[in-house]
């Protein structure tokens, strides 16, 4: 549940404010455009533009389809731990489906 509420990495006010980049001007390597949101962020954040949701995420990882949501800086670890909770119960399931089999005779090993 809270994979679904946290920000994925959208950057705030304080990651393209006009006043925060006056001292970065003199080295415009530091500093990088989105082509779509034409927002001006640092290049350290490595945002990239989701075409699902229309929006620059910093580190973006992917847009999940099965969350309906991008995984970014902010929630790909809860997101690991998602993925090793849905292995473990379906490994779980499993298991406990060939012991039902087993146990009511509809196997024969």
């Known amino acids: 549940m809270i994979l679904f509420l946290i920000?994925?990495?959208?950057?705030?006010?304080?990651?393209?404010q006009n006043e925060y980049f006056e001292k970065y001007e003199g080295n415009p390597k530091l500093l990088?455009?989105?082509?779509?949101c034409n927002i001006l962020i640092?290049?350290?954040?490595?945002c990239n533009h989701c075409g699902f949701c229309n929006i620059c995420i910093m580190k973006y990882d992917h847009h999940c389809p099965f969350i309906g949501k991008c995984i970014?800086?902010?929630?790909?670890?809860?997101?690991?731990?998602?993925?090793?909770?849905?292995?473990?119960?379906?490994?779980?399931?499993?298991?406990?489906?060939?012991?039902?089999?087993?146990?009511?005779?509809?196997?024969?090993?």
């Open 7 to 16: 920000n994925p990495g959208i950057p705030g006010r304080n990651h393209f």
């Open 42 to 46: 640092l290049e350290k954040y490595k």
């Open 32 to 36: 990088t455009r989105c082509d779509i």
């Open 72 to 109: 970014g800086k902010y929630n790909i670890i809860i997101f690991y731990f998602f993925l090793i909770l849905l292995t473990i119960l379906l490994l779980n399931g499993t298991i406990l489906f060939f012991l039902f089999l087993k146990n009511n005779h509809f196997l024969f090993f």
